[in-house]
């Protein structure tokens, strides 16, 4: 950090502080349907708050509240701020994505790594000054010692970054798993987010490696490597909160994936015939916004079932399959002359498709043309035949 009080470099961290703050009131005051996902939202906030704060006060000799917080508190206050914000971003990630998340006992094992830390700090008197190096005949062992605060503070947001990008992974694929139709775009936003927080926290290693080796004979390069992660984070933030007022409400819930036994594995005829006839027969394919638990329920077979079906006899998930039909359903009305006054618009939604994107997209994928083209060819086709 630079010396000078309020440089722009510090009003970025006071607009990040004062932000998260005024975010965790106008997130209290919006209606949201995931009351969770909202607290946990807030509460990450105040841990940025909290961090980027000490981090003001820890670095800036001008800015100060009182004696016993800079030198003795402030250290559990960075630490505790700076161990709570990785668990905080992987269950905020859990709750927008898992359905009927709730928080249980298992997840205090989160508060572990910030419990360690502070035992740390209070068994070896670690304060301010030692986390700065400024201790006057600060001993090898003592520099080791704060150094391995910061070592841990810096490592263990990424691995939790790491875990909210794979949660992330693993909600697009019960997406496909689980659904025939939803929109890629809140996902997307979702997977940006958390690997921005990744990139951001990786970022803070760098800073830290380069502030224990180059900064040691240039510290200007560990002072700019700072500044910039400072301002990445106030950057996040903002998308974070255009995220949760504008995506997260329209975000389906998956439900975890159930780890099938061998026996579980074994498909049978039964099964492989009920799922033909609701496709085939009662042509469930064509009703918009169909996930796999209303599929299973009309064709009296458990999801599990329906899924090792979808899986293993057609190689495919949810998803795929069921548009793989809406596409043949969507050919078979573009072609037949009798539904030639329907337009493209028509033929999808009457095919199941609820999204004119996803349907062009499957046509061409599936089909190698357009549409259009496709109905062009084939009228062409019956005006030879005629």
Known sequence: M??????IHDVV??????????????????PVKNQLANRLLSTFLISIAVSSACILVLWNDDVSLFTAFDEHLLP??????????????????????EDAFKLA???????????????????????STDLRFRTLG???????????????????????????????????????????????????????????????WSFSILVHVVANTIALAAPQVSDLFGITENYIIFILINALFINSVVH???????????????????????????????????KLFLKQNLNIDEFSKRINLPVKEVSAVINKHYGTNFFEFMNSYRV??????????????????????HAGFNSKSAFHRFFNRLVGMSPTEYRKQNTNKETKIA
């Open 76 to 97: 559990y206050f960075l630490v505790f701020a700076q161990l709570l914000k990785g668990p905080l971003l992987l269950l905020y990630v859990v709750s927008l994505t």
């Open 248 to 282: 997260t409400h329209k975000l389906l819930t998956t439900k975890p994936e159930v780890t099938k036994d061998k026996a579980d594995e074994k498909l049978t005829d039964t099964a492989i015939q009920k799922v033909q006839q609701g496709m085939e027969i009662q």
């Open 328 to 349: 043949e359903e969507a050919k078979r009305l573009l072609s037949d002359s009798q539904h030639a006054d329907m337009t493209v618009m028509d033929v999808l939604l």
């Open 2 to 7: 630079q010396k000078h009080i309020f440089n």
């Open 138 to 200: 600060m001993t090898e062992t003592q520099r080791q010692l704060a150094n391995g605060v910061w070592h841990f503070i810096k490592i263990m947001p990424f691995f939790y970054a790491l875990a909210a990008v794979n949660r992330v992974r693993l909600y697009r694929i019960g997406l496909h798993n689980q659904y025939s139709n939803f929109s890629p775009t809140e996902p997307s936003w979702l997977n940006i987010l958390s690997l921005g927080f990744l990139f951001t």
């Open 13 to 30: 961290l006071f607009m990040t502080v004062a932000e998260c703050f005024l975010l965790v009131i106008f997130q209290a005051i919006l």
């Open 105 to 127: 006992r298992r997840h205090l094992v989160h508060l572990l790594p910030a419990a360690l830390a502070v035992v740390w700090l209070a068994l070896f008197q670690i304060d």
